[in-house]
Nanobody, 123 residues
């Protein structure tokens, strides 16, 4: 088990940037695949980005490819999501997740979740 705490959300104008952080507790962080997901009101939680335990591979949803970058620092037990060129449709609660997923984009493949951080993009 690992506990996850997201931070860095807030209100930003369209075209702006934010960097989300997800701090993990526990000694096994470096063994987990980490994912970022988001959930807008009335919508299902959706995959945004994922990164393998050793950063050897990253994955992105088409909707954020080229604008968002996921990274991790295993020495700091932290995963990041750099979000650039934000759009109003990026408004959602953003969650980080840790697991050993067979399918990195599937919500039900992650066993550990943070409480989420709100990102609001104004037009």
């Amino acid at each position: 088990q690992v506990q996850l705490v997201e931070s860095g959300g807030g209100l930003v104008q369209a075209g702006g940037s934010l960097r989300l952080s997800c701090a993990a507790s526990g000694r096994t962080f470096s063994t987990y695949t980490m994912g970022w997901f988001r959930q807008a009101p009335g919508k299902e939680r959706e995959f945004i980005a994922g990164i393998k335990w050793n950063s050897a591979a990253t994955y992105y949803a088409d909707s954020v490819k080229g604008r968002f970058t996921i990274s991790r620092d295993n020495a700091k037990n932290t995963v990041y999501l750099q979000m650039n060129t934000l759009k109003p449709e990026d408004t959602a609660v953003y969650y980080c997740a840790a697991g050993a997923p067979s399918y990195y984009y599937r919500v039900d493949n992650y066993a550990n979740w943070g409480q989420g951080t709100q990102v609001t993009v104004s037009s």
